[in-house]
T-cell receptor, first 109, second 114 residues
Framework: EDQVTQSPEALRLQEGESSSLNCSYT??????LFWYRQDPGKGPEFLFT???AGEEKEKERLKATLTKKESFLHITAPKPEDSATYLC??????????FGPGTRLSVLP | EADIYQTPRYLVIGTGKKITLECSQTMGHDKMYWYQQDPGMELHLIHY???????EKGDLSSESTVSRIRTEHFPLTLESARPSHTSQYLCASSELGQGTDTQYFGPGTRLTVL
């Protein structure tokens, strides 16, 4: 069965304190892995798609990386406006997307 | 950036009422989806469509129904709402291609059934 887990469940950082969020997955075949940002009461906002192990993508203070079993979302020098829930999803071959439960990030000024 | 709209944003209704949640997108995407999300929980797929006149049930059993008469429009209907239907409903769309298709989400409808 295709599964996605995310850790930690919640993370509190001071402004400027870099850290990483983890997404571990089990799929029979991976077409793509996605990262989304979700603010309270809103729909998820697309951040990145990763297709193969070793791939990396960056956007402002965020960098996503992918291995055969997990993905990391690195946040460098975060700001309070980076506070949100970060969702990871996998797209297995022949299946619909499977979403993880998310990591709630709080960045304190 | 995707343009996908959902109305209403918030809905509070009594048990037994019939409701329709609206979803429209302006990108010409073929594939559309409905997800249900409870606070702090994963998104669960309840319906999806490959295009006009195509509807499929998702992984999570749902008492709702959907229709796809126009490419841009994918409404979800509950014939008789119950308190167990209280949740956030998210609509998404993607292009139907050979690769993996990025899903773009609307702002959601927060439904409360009293």
């Amino acid at each position: 069965e295709d599964q996605v887990t995310q850790s930690p469940e919640a993370l509190r950082l001071q402004e400027g304190e870099s850290s990483s969020l983890n997404c571990s997955y089990t799929v029979s075949g991976l077409r793509g892995l996605f990262w989304y940002r979700q603010d309270p009461g809103k729909g998820p906002e697309f951040l990145f798609t990763l297709y193969s192990a070793g791939e990396e993508k960056e956007k402002e203070r965020l960098k996503a990386t992918l291995t055969k079993k997990e993905s990391f979302l690195h946040i460098t020098a975060p700001k309070p406006e980076d506070s949100a829930t970060y969702l990871c999803a996998v797209h297995p071959y022949g299946q619909n997307f499977v979403f993880g439960p998310g990591t709630r990030l709080s960045v304190l000024p | 950036e995707a343009d996908i709209y959902q109305t209403p944003r918030y809905l509070v209704i009594g048990t037994g009422k019939k409701i329709t949640l609206e979803c429209s997108q302006t990108m010409g995407h073929d594939k559309m989806y409905w997800y249900q999300q409870d606070p702090g929980m994963e998104l669960h797929l309840i319906h999806y469509s490959y295009g006009v006149n195509s509807t499929e049930k998702g992984d999570l059993s749902s008492e709702s129904t959907v229709s796809r008469i126009r490419t841009e429009h994918f409404p979800l209907t509950l014939e008789s709402a119950r308190p167990s239907h209280t949740s956030q409903y998210l609509c998404a769309s993607s292009e139907l291609g050979q690769g993996t298709d990025t899903q773009y989400f609307g702002p959601g409808t927060r439904l409360t059934v009293l």
